[in-house]
C-alpha cells in the first residue's frame, strides 16, 4: 500500500479527517494539527512513503500525533477515525462542503444551528434569504452560495474527456462481448472538454433491439425504443445511448452519431442538408459520403458546426500525437512535481522526444514549493550537467512557470529572468478580478520581453472551477503584437485554453504550444488530451509549438536580453 500512496494523497486524508474533528468538535487541538500538517506534508522534497518512522517524526512541525497517523495512512490506506467519522456524518454535507467559499466553520454552523445537512436544503434556505441572517454569512454570502450550487447542480452526471474515454473503453469492452462490431459514437468521440452522455453503435441487421447483461446494464425501458438502448453502466450516473445500425446505413450513421447538430444542417450547392443527404445510405466510407456531397473529409473531431465546412483543413496536415517532438512545460521535484528533473527526462527520452523543458514554479507560489533564486542557479547546474551527458542527442531546456502577480509583472527581477531559456507566464491567485482587471493583467505579463508562452490562460478546472473573465481576442492581439506563444494546457482537469478561440490563433499567427504540465512522468502522457482538443480546432501540426525541432523552438521561445 505505501507505495502507492503519495504525499498528496496522505495529505487529503489528513485534511479530510481534521474537517470532520472539528465538524464533529472532537479534539480541536488534533483537528488543527492535521489541517497545519497539509501544508508541510505537499512541500516535501521526497515522498513521505520511503521514510522510516523516525525520519517521518523529525519533519518540522511534526510531532507523535501526525507521526501515528500518517504511519496508519501508510499501513491501512486510510485512517480508521476518518471510516468512523465518515459514517456520522450525513452524506449531504460532503457535498455542501464542495460548496466556493464555505469552509468547515460556516459548514458546521448550517448544520448545527439551522439543521441543513443536503444542498438541496441548503438552496431552499438561500432562496428564503434565511442564510443572510446567519451570523458570519450575509447577502453577500448567499449569493455566492446560491452560484456555487447552481454550478454544481450543471456538474451532474458530467465527466470529463479523460474519465468519458476510460469508461467508454470499459463499456465498449462488454458490448462487444455480445455485439462484436460496436463502435464509441457521440460526444466522447468528437472529444468534447465534458461529456453528459456516452454514446455508442452497434452493428445489427434484422430485427429486435440492442440487448446486454442486466447486472452490468441498466435499461431505462421508458426511454427506450426497439433500435435505440437507454439506461445506466453500472452505477455511474452518466447517461448511456446504445442505438443499432444496418450494415447498408453504418456509414452514414456513424457519420451522424459522430456529429453536433450545427454539422448536419450545413448545406451543399443543391440546397441539400447534409442530415437528408445521409440519409439516402449506401455510402462505402465515410471519405465517400462527404466527396458526393461535394466537400472534402472532416475529420470526426471537427464535426462541430463551426468553421469545418467554410475553412476546410486538410486532415493530413493536423497535429497528432506522432508529430510531437517535445514538451516545455512540466514541474520536478524542484518545486511540487513528484518526480526529479533526471527521471522527468528520461521518461521524455524514452517517449522518443528530442527534448524536455523545466518549467517548475517561481518563488511566489509558497503553495507549490516555488523556487528562491538560489534554487534555479542549483537547478541550472544540473542541467548543464545532464546536457553534457546527453552529448546533444537529447536537451533540457531552461524553463519556469513564472507567477503572474496581480499587477501583471513576473515574479523575479531581470537578473534571474535572463538565465531562462523561457518563461511560462501564468495566473494562481488573485482569480476574482472582473474581466477588464484580468484582461489587463495579462497583457502586461504578455507585452514583458521575458514572457515566452502564456500559460493556461482562464486558470479554469473542469467541473470544479469556471475560469476567471477574459477578453481572449485582446490577449490574442496581444500575443501576436509580441510573440508569444499561447498555451493549450493538456492537463484534462484543464484544456485551458478552450480550443475554440484556437481558428482566432491561427487568424492572427500566434503559434500553439500543447503543454502536459506534468507533475509526474505519467503527466507526460497527458499532452495526448491535448492533442485531441487541438484536432477538433484542426490545428495544423506546423503551427504547434512542440511539434517544431529544436533549434526551430529555441528561436521563438527566447525572448529579453
Known sequence: MENQLTNSDIADILQLDGKLLDLHDVDPVRAKAYVDSVFTLERL?????GMTPVQIGQIRVYGKIIQKAVLEILETGTLRELDELTGQTPAGLFEIMQVKGLGIKKVKALWKDLQIDTLEGLKEACEKGIIAQLKGFGVKTQESILESIAFLESLKGKFRLDEALLLSAEILEEIRKVYPEAYLSGEAQRYENIVAELSFLVVKDGFGGVKLPEDRFHQNLKESS???????????????????????????????????EAHLVQTNENGETFLSFLGKGGFESEQQAYEQFGFPYIIPEMRNG???????VAPESIIEWEKIRGTVHNHSTYSDGKNTLTEMAEACRRLGWEYFGIADHSQTAAYARGMWPETVHRQHREIDELNAGFKGEFRILKGVESDILPDGSLDYDTAVLKTFDYIVASVHSVLSMDIEKATYRLIKAIENPYTSILGHPTGRLLLRRTGYPIDHRRVIDACAANGVVMELNANPYRLDMDWTWISYCLEKGVMISINPDAHSTEGLLDIKYGVMIARKAGLPADM??????LDQVM??????G
Do not use: C, M
Not at 522534497?45 to 512513503?49: G, L, R, S, T
Not at 437507454?230 to 459522430?258: C, M, Q
Not at 463551426?306 to 476546410?312: G, L
Open 226 to 260: 426497439p433500435g435505440t438502448w437507454r439506461g445506466h453502466y453500472l452505477d455511474f450516473e452518466i447517461p448511456v445511448l446504445i442505438e443499432k445500425s444496418s450494415t447498408r446505413d453504418f456509414v452514414a450513421k456513424s457519420i451522424i452519431k459522430s456529429a453536433a
Open 45 to 49: 522534497d521526497a515522498q513521505i512513503a
Open 306 to 312: 463551426r468553421e469545418e465546412f467554410t475553412k476546410p
Open 555 to 560: 528561436k521563438k521561445l527566447k525572448k529579453g
Open 544 to 549: 504547434t509549438l512542440n511539434a517544431l525541432p
